[in-house]
């Protein structure tokens, strides 16, 4: 028996399959409000699924003719414990992708008035789904002050289905 | 191969969350979702699977130091608290944080799926609840 991702109209299998695709970073990166997080490394499930990262700028391509689920999860180590920071997917141009459009960020917002010291990091998730997806999308911090630090432990999966 | 059946040609992808956030969250409250994508919905929050399918679902809370500061989460199927799949987290030093969990349903057939606060302490106050509740899933054909 094989499972696979249902998609069509109930009774004709999917010509192409499922892609199942992870973005990593073998090292940390600086990050501050504006940058975008760079994952350069790419795994899969199949080839020819055609998804892209510029080493330089982040951007993540996404081919025509699928349904896109891409979920980041993500860790920072943050300058200071009284940080608070917001990552969000946006557009080609930098403008925040909205729910509406299927843009869902991830927000860490500090709240004790007591230092924490000596706990494990958190992993906060964002989201980007659409059944009409952009073609270029980047995972950038919307807030956070410079010294912070990306670390490898975060990664993006992508779910690209035929459609 | 067999494919389970729905309403029309959707997508494997669906995902529903509320556009407005919802305040004064209360023990044994639906969180609600008023937007849905690919999957039929329900005004008072929930999504109506129609095949087999995972769903992972999300929320973002609001407030200040001792608000929501610990929240538990369970997706109900019908008016049952559903208990495979569940996993919660809040983080008690930090009040704005994320909580999710994971729901597989098997069988076929319309069953009604919400997410369901199981626990929310201390009881909230004017001003905190809920910015964002998402909920994210695949249909799988088995």
């Known amino acids: 028996m094989t499972y696979q991702l249902y998609a069509g109209t109930g009774s004709t299998p999917l010509a192409r399959p499922t892609n199942l695709i992870e973005l990593t970073r ?54 200071a ?20 459009n299927g843009g869902f960020d991830c927000v860490y917002e500090w709240h004790n008035s007591s230092t924490t010291t000596n706990v494990p990091n958190f992993t906060l998730s964002a989201v980007y789904v659409s059944t009409s997806p952009l073609s270029s999308i980047f995972l950038k911090c919307m807030s956070m002050t410079s010294g912070s630090v990306m670390t490898t432990n975060t990664s993006i999966i992508i779910v690209q289905v035929p459609k | ?30 969180f609600e979702v008023d937007t849905t ?37 369970k997706f109900t199927r019908n008016s049952q608290a559903e208990g495979r799949g569940f996993q919660v987290a809040t983080n ?8 999710d969990g994971t729901y597989a349903k098997s069988g076929t057939g319309s069953q009604f799926l919400r997410y369901n606060a199981t626990q929310v302490s201390p009881a909230p106050t004017l001003g905190s609840g809920v910015d964002q509740t998402r909920i994210f899933g695949f249909r799988v054909e088995s």
């Not at chain 1, 940390?28 to 055609?50: D, E, F």
């Not at chain 1, 414990?81 to 509406?100: C, K, L, P, V």
């Not at chain 2, 929930?46 to 679902?57: H, M, N, P, Q």
């Open chain 1, 26 to 79: 073998g090292i940390n990166q600086s990050v501050a409000t504006g940058t975008a997080l760079i994952l350069p490394t790419i795994r899969a499930t199949n080839s020819g699924h055609g998804v892209t990262v510029n080493n330089t700028t982040g951007e993540i391509t996404l081919p025509g003719g699928y349904d896109y689920y891409v979920q980041a999860s993500i860790e920072i180590n943050r300058n």
């Open chain 1, 81 to 100: 414990n009284t940080e608070s920071f917001r990552i969000a997917f946006t557009d080609s141009g930098g403008t925040e992708i909205t729910a509406a």
């Open chain 2, 1 to 30: 191969m067999s494919y389970f059946p729905t309403s029309g040609s959707r997508s494997a992808i669906f995902w529903a969350y509320n556009s407005t956030a919802q305040t004064g969250v209360q023990v044994g409250d639906y």
């Open chain 2, 37 to 73: 994508h690919e999957i039929t919905g329900n005004v008072s929050g929930g999504v109506t699977l129609d095949a087999t399918s995972l769903v992972y679902g999300e929320m973002q809370t609001s407030g200040t130091v001792g608000q929501l500061d610990k929240v538990q989460t």
């Open chain 2, 92 to 99: 008690k030093a930090d009040a704005y944080d994320c909580d």
